[in-house]
């Protein structure tokens, strides 16, 4: 095996496949399935929902962006996460968690806030660590271990999305 002499890939293959009734499953076919959009606008949803939180953590992980451009960036994605939070929430009609009394996304309004917890992700990114939440996670559902993998589901995400 040849040694690859740049420290990232040019490509990046991201291949995903899961079986019902796994909520994960329940979710791609939601992605590709929809009458209201098209599999390529669903895989692309996808994306732009997980890119969403993980864009700023990656592009720390990847290096090449200063601190003052990921912690733009996560203000971006911050804004972002709370406007997919308030489409939930209105759909729904659940309360919404990040809205202060006002009626003012609190994170939004208040940019000592969300400067600290920027600071502390990019910390707890830095040293390696994890945020914990404050209450424990559920255990995994043994569903969702059974995800099966064998490369077809959402295609070659490298040759973006059916062109």
Same mark, same amino acid.
């Given at each position: 095996?040849?040694?690859?002499?740049?420290?990232? @890939?040019?490509?990046?293959?991201?291949?995903?496949?899961?079986?019902? @009734?796994?909520?994960?499953?329940?979710?791609?076919?939601?992605?590709?399935?929809?009458?209201?959009?098209?599999?390529?606008?669903?895989?692309?949803?996808?994306? =732009?929902?997980?890119?969403?939180?993980?864009?700023?953590?990656?592009? &720390?992980?990847?290096?090449?962006?200063?601190?003052? &451009?990921?912690?733009?960036?996560?203000?971006?994605?911050?804004?972002?996460?709370?406007?997919?939070?308030? =489409?939930?929430? =209105?759909?729904?009609?659940?309360?919404?968690?990040?809205?202060? =009394?006002?009626?003012?996304?609190? @994170?939004?309004?208040?940019?000592?806030?969300?400067?600290?917890?920027?600071?502390?992700?990019?910390?707890?990114?830095?040293?390696?660590?994890?945020?914990?939440?404050?209450?424990?996670?559920?255990?995994?559902?043994?569903?969702?271990?059974?995800?099966?993998?064998?490369?077809? &589901?959402?295609?070659?995400?490298?040759?973006?999305?059916?062109?």
């Amino acid at each position: 095996m040849s040694q690859n002499s740049h420290p990232h @890939p040019d490509r990046v293959k991201f291949i995903y496949n899961a079986q019902f @009734p796994a909520a994960t499953a329940v979710v791609l076919n939601y992605l590709l399935n929809n009458p209201h959009f098209t599999g390529r606008q669903g895989r692309q949803q996808g994306m =732009d929902a997980m890119m969403a939180f993980y864009r700023p953590l990656a592009e &720390e992980f990847h290096g090449e962006l200063s601190v003052s &451009e990921i912690q733009d960036m996560a203000r971006h994605c911050v804004e972002r996460l709370v406007k997919q939070i308030a =489409d939930l929430c =209105d759909r729904y009609h659940i309360a919404n968690p990040v809205l202060s =009394d006002g009626g003012v996304p609190a @994170p939004l309004s208040n940019t000592t806030r969300l400067e600290a917890i920027l600071e502390e992700l990019v910390i707890v990114v830095r040293g390696g660590g994890v945020i914990a939440p404050s209450t424990p996670a559920p255990a995994p559902m043994d569903i969702e271990q059974g995800v099966a993998m064998d490369g077809d &589901e959402l295609g070659d995400l490298g040759n973006i999305l059916n062109e």
